[in-house]
């Protein structure tokens, strides 16, 4: 059973820093992608940003040039680095990894708990 384990998430002022870190109970090279979401109270849970098995990013365009996906694969962990952070980036941060089934192509999604991140002076 995979497991991913969210930490890192606080209060912050707008201006401020913040590093997620989202640790898997495996390698995460199994995974044909990772990614960050959030959701906000009253919102759609929403992509963040992501990177897949060989390494690109994605980010959504209202974090782009603020938020960076990095991963550890030695210490199986992925992080986002969030800098000029907006009270608008308030919200409940998730991580996910995915993997698809090489025999059925079937696509498990899993997730994290979630780290609640506060951006208010």
């Known amino acids: 059973q995979v497991q991913l384990v969210e930490s890192g998430g606080g209060l912050v002022q707008p201006g401020g820093s913040l590093r997620l870190s989202c640790a898997a109970s495996g390698s995460i090279l199994s995974f044909d992608g990772m990614g960050w979401y959030r959701q906000a109270p009253g919102k759609q849970r929403e992509l963040v940003a992501s990177?897949?098995?060989?390494?690109?990013?994605n980010y959504a365009d209202s974090v782009k040039g603020r938020f960076t996906i990095s991963r550890d694969v030695a210490k199986n962990t992925v992080y986002l680095q969030m800098n000029s952070l907006k009270p608008e980036d308030t919200a409940v941060y998730y991580c996910n990894a995915q993997q698809i089934e090489a025999r059925t192509m079937k696509l498990n999604s899993y997730w994290g708990q979630g780290t609640q991140v506060t951006v208010s002076s």
């Open positions: 990177i897949i098995s060989d390494g690109r990013t």
